[in-house]
């Protein structure tokens, strides 16, 4: 049996394959997680989709499949996998991530020298359907804060999650993981009018400063004021009542509580705060380069599409005006 790979903390599920595969397989892993520096959630998204494949593989070939078996694939071969998954319904969006994970698995065998086999970069991705993000208007994102006020620190920290944002443009899972000591000591006076940034480490672990408005810096000295725990320097800024770090289903909970209340559709989710910083700014006239670093997007085109977003707004604006002329 071929021993687990290091780099990660847990090994690899039970896959279908022989020793040769097994083994590369965790190799690959490990070098997700070490080198490449991918969230936990991605390797387990990408350790599923590459156990999924090897499945496919073993019923598709009648045997655990191993580095052989991978060689000889053919692009039919390849084609009934993702024929397969369309049969049990899953959306073009799934296939093209499980397609990624197993052309990067196939990269890393070509880059070790384990494995080569172009057919894999001979099958396309599926088209994916041209997704605009669906901010909440200025006056939305304000109920909901308020809305989230309610008594008690556990009010507090949920409007300074939500001022973080949408006051800064970050993800949940950047709100949530920052700990008590990337902000200031104190619980106020001249100590914190240097907190006027945090850094933050987004996706790919890459770091970027971003600026506090005061907004976002009160509701955070608000919450610290009347949290009921000391939080040490390594604890997280943000924690539950058990007290230990905030998890990001809470504030999806809350999200989901708080649209139904205030008539806000679906769309409505902590991510669409990230989505209408980024609108609301470029609609006051941010220029894309700044607000491709704020919210640390690694191309410009990622942020491109928020100029989509913007003319959207202006257009359904003149239609409505247009509607009231009539």
């Known amino acids: 049996m071929a021993r687990p790979a290091r780099g990660i903390k847990n090994p690899a599920p039970a896959v279908p394959a022989t020793d040769d595969l097994r083994l590369a397989f965790e190799q690959w892993r490990a070098s997700l997680a070490g080198a490449q520096q991918v969230s936990r959630h991605t390797l387990a998204a990408y350790t599923r989709d590459l156990k ?6 073993a019923d598709h070939k009648g045997a655990a499949p191993s580095l052989k078996t991978l060689r000889n694939l053919t692009v039919r071969d390849l084609r009934a996998w993702l024929a397969g998954l369309r049969r049990e319904g899953l959306s073009s969006r799934s ?32 088209k994916l359907p041209h997704s605009v993000p669906k901010p909440v208007t200025p006056g939305a994102a304000e109920a909901l804060i308020d809305y989230a006020s309610g008594e008690g620190w556990t009010g507090a920290r949920d409007v300074a999650v939500l001022t973080l944002l949408y006051g800064a443009g970050l993800r949940i899972s950047e709100a949530l993981s920052l700990n008590r000591g990337d902000v200031p000591p104190g619980a106020g006076g001249t100590k914190w009018q240097s907190f006027d940034a945090l850094r933050i480490i987004g996706k790919g672990n890459k770091e970027r400063v971003v600026p506090v ?29 058990r007290g230990g770090r905030l998890n990001p289903r809470a504030i999806q909970t809350l999200m989901q509580r708080m649209r139904s209340a205030l008539g806000l559709p679906d769309s409505a989710t902590p991510h669409a705060l990230r989505h209408s910083f980024a609108t609301h700014l470029l609609s006051g006239g941010g220029d894309l380069r700044t607000i491709q670093e704020l919210l640390g997007h690694a191309s410009l085109a990622a942020t491109q599409i928020y100029t989509e977003v913007d003319t959207k707004h202006l257009l359904d604006v003149y239609d409505a005006a247009k509607r009231k002329q009539d």
């Not at 999924?52 to 593989?57: D, G, I, P, S």
């Not at 955070?220 to 939080?231: F, G, N, S, T």
């Open 52 to 57: 999924t494949f090897l499945v496919f593989l």
């Open 213 to 241: 408005l005061p907004v976002v810096r009160e509701a955070i000295i608000d919450y610290l004021a009347r949290v009921p725990k000391d939080l040490a320097p390594e604890d997280p800024l943000f924690i539950g009542v």
């Open 95 to 126: 296939v093209a991530r499980m397609l990624s994970a197993v052309r990067g698995f196939f990269h890393f065998l070509d880059g070790e020298k384990l494995c080569s086999n172009p057919a894999i970069d001979a099958i396309r991705a599926p």
